[in-house]
C-alpha cells in the first residue's frame, strides 16, 4: 500500500508506510483476505458508530460488535504479522491459517452467540472455557507479534496471580479463582476483554485515526504544515518553531507521537540542522512537540478516550480540562527553542520561499471545514468522541471528492485509506484487549486495593510524596508498553491512592496521563525521541536527555494542577486565573533556568535562583508564589542590565 504524500514547499511529508517492517507483503488470496479484513475494521465501526443497525431494526449489543472487531483485527494480525524473523513474509504458513480460523471462530461465538453466553457466564459449559482459554492464548500470541514481550509477560504474570493469589503472602495474599471461572470471566465479562479499553480502540481510536488519515488523503496535512510554515518560519529559530507548531498540530488530531515524529520529523528534522540546531537538539525537539500530541486537544489520544468512560464524564470536558496544561507544555517548548535561536544566533528561514498566511488560508480554506465540525460536534453539540469523528471523516471526504487532484483515482485512494486505518489499528487494538486481561485478571482479585493500600503507606500520608512515586512509576510503566496498556495499568493500581490522598477525580488520571506520555521522551527507553535520533542521525540517548529538558513543562505541569484544579478549568474565573498566572511564569522560569539563557547567557547562581524561583511559583500557597515572584523579576531585571551593559561596553570600544 503506498504512503500518502503531502508536498510542503518542495518538500514531500508522507506517512510512514506500514506494510514495510514487521509486515509481510502478500499477494493472491491471502493478500485480498487480508485487504478485505483491514477494510472491514474501519467500516464496521462507521456502522456500528452511526447507529445503522437500529434502522435496520437490528439489536446488537455492543460486546457483539468487539466480538466483530476484536476477531477482524487479531485475523489481520496473524495474516500480516510473521511469528518469527524466520517465518516467510510473502505467504501466509499454514499455522497461521489455523490462528486465522480459531480467532474468527472464538470471536464470531461471541457476536452471534453473546445474548444467550452472557446469561450463563456462571454456567459455562467446558466448550466456552476452552475458548475463553483460546482468547487469551491468541491475545498473548498476538501482543507478542506486533507489541513485544514485556506487555505479554506482565498480562500473563496478572492471570497467574488471579488463578494463584491465595499462595502469595501479605498484602498480595487474596482468595484465587478456579481456571474455569477465570477463563469465562476473562472471555465474555464485560469488564475484560470485551470491557472499556476494547470498546475504545474498537470505535474511538478507529474512528479518529480514520479522520486523521483521510486528512492525508485530501491533502489536509500540507495546509497544516504551510499554516506552520507561515505563522514561525520568518522567526528567529524559525526551523525549530514550524517543528514545535506542525508536530502539535498533527498530534492534536491524530494523538501518536512515534507516528508524528516519522511523518513531520523527515521534513523538520533536517531543516533544523540546515538552518544551524544541532543534530541531537532537532531531534529532541520533534520528539517533545510530537509528543505533546498526546495531551493536547481535541484529540489526545487514546487515554484521554479512556479517561473519559472511567470517569463517567463527557468527552469534551477532558478536552476542555487539558486546555492549559497543553498550552504550558507547548510554551515551555517554545521559549527554550527561542533561547537556544537567540544564543546560537540562528536565524529565521529565508522569507522568499515561505508562504504567505493569507495566501495559505485563501488555498486551503475548505480544510478547515471538517476540522471545525470535529470540534463543533465535540464542544457544542456534545456528540460522542467516535461519532463527531466519524461525522467529520464523512465531511473531510466530501472535501477531497470536490477536489480535482484527489478525485483523480478517488475511490482507490479512499480505499487505501481504510486499509491504512484497519492496520494502524492493529497495535493499539492489540493493547487495548490486552489491558481488558490486565482489568478482569485484577478485578477478580483485591490486588489494585491492595497496592493502593501499600502506596499510601510508602508515602505516609503525603500527598507531594504520592505524586513523586505515581510519577516515577508511570514513567517507568510505560518504558515500551503502548501508553493505553500503561494508563490502564496506572488507572486500576495507583488512581485510587491518589484520590484517596485528596487528589481531584479529573486530576489523578490526567497527571498520569502526563507521565505515561513523557514516557516517550524519558531515558532509557525514550521511542519518541530514538525514532528523531535515527531521522537526525545522532545519539538517540543524547537527544533523550536534551528531550526531558525541553519536556520540563509536563514534568512540572501535573504537579501543579493537582494542588490548583483551576488550572484543570475546575473552579470560578478567578481560581482559575490565580492558577494560570503563577503556573504561567513558574513554567517560564523553569524552562529559561534549564536553558540558561535569558536575553542574555545566565550564570550558574542566575540559574539556580531562577529554579527556586520556578519551585515557589508552581507551589500552592500565595507566599511561596510571592518569594517566587520576586526572585524570578530580581533575575529578569539583573539579566536586562547586564545585556545593556555588555552592549554598552561593546558600543564604547566600537567608537573607540
Known sequence: MPALEINTGGTTMSQPKKTGGKFRSLGGFSGALSKTFLTLIPIACILYVADVQTYLGLQIYKEQYLGLFLGLFLSSIFLKVPATRLSPRDRVPWYDWILVVISLVIFGNVMINYRELVVMVGFAAPTEVIMGFLAVYLLFEAARRIIGLPLVVIGLVLVLYARFAFLFPGLLNARGVSWKRLFT??????????????SVAGTMVVAFMLFGICLFMVGGGQFLSDIAMALMGRQRGGAAKVAVIASGLFGSLSGSASANVAVTGSVTIPLMKKTGYSPPFSAAVEAVASTGGLVMPPVMGITAFMMAEFLGMPYYEVALAAVIPAVLYYLA???????????????????????????????????SIPVAGLLYF?????????????????????VGFFRREVRAGFWSKLMEALQETG??????????????????????????????????????????????????????????????????????????????AGIPAVAAPMFMN?????????????????????????????????????????????????????????GSPGEIIYSFFPATLGVLAAAMSLSGFFV?????????????????????????????????????????????????????????
Open 514 to 570: 502526563f507521565f505515561a506520555a513523557m514516557s516517550f521522551v524519558t531515558p532509557p527507553v525514550a521511542i519518541a525521541a530514538y525514532v528523531a535520533a535515527g531521522i537526525a542521525q545522532c545519539e538517540p540517548m543524547k537527544a533523550g536527555f536534551i528531550a526531558t529538558r525541553l519536556g520540563i513543562g509536563a514534568y512540572l505541569v501535573p504537579f501543579c494542577f493537582c494542588y490548583s484544579p483551576g488550572l484543570l478549568l475546575i
Open 378 to 398: 465535540l464542544f457544542v453539540m456534545h456528540l460522542d468522541p467516535s461519532t463527531a469523528a466519524v461525522y467529520a471523516s464523512g465531511m473531510m471526504v466530501a
Open 185 to 198: 470471566m476473562l472471555y465474555l465479562d464485560p469488564n475484560s476483554i470485551l470491557g472499556v479499553p476494547s
Open 600 to 656: 542574555t547567557k545566565l550564570g550558574l547562581l542566575e540559574r539556580i535562583l531562577l529554579g527556586i524561583s520556578a519551585a515557589g511559583l508552581l507551589s500552592p500557597g500565595y507566599q511561596y508564589q510571592a518569594i517566587g515572584f520576586v526572585l524570578g523579576m530580581s533575575v529578569a531585571l539583573w539579566s536586562w542590565w547586564k545585556r545593556r551593559a555588555l552592549q554598552g561596553a561593546r558600543h564604547g570600544i566600537e567608537a573607540a
Open 333 to 367: 517548548l517554545l521559549v527554550q527553542v527561542h533561547w537556544e535561536a537567540v544564543a546560537g544566533g540562528i536565524e529565521g528561514l529565508p522569507a522568499e520561499g515561505l508562504p504567505r498566511i493569507k495566501d495559505v488560508l485563501k488555498s486551503g480554506w475548505f480544510y
Open 423 to 500: 492496520l494502524q489499528v492493529l497495535v493499539v487494538g492489540s493493547a487495548c484487549a490486552m489491558a481488558g486481561i490486565v482489568i478482569g485478571s485484577v478485578s477478580l482479585t483485591n490486588l489494585g486495593l491492595n497496592l493502593s493500600n501499600a502506596l499510601i503507606a510508602a508515602s505516609g500520608g503525603n500527598a507531594l510524596l504520592l505524586l513523586v512515586l505515581a510519577a516515577v512509576a508511570s514513567i517507568i510503566l510505560g518504558m515500551g508498553m503502548p501508553i493505553a496498556a500503561t494508563y490502564i495499568m496506572l488507572v486500576i493500581l495507583i488512581a485510587p491512592a491518589m484520590t484517596h
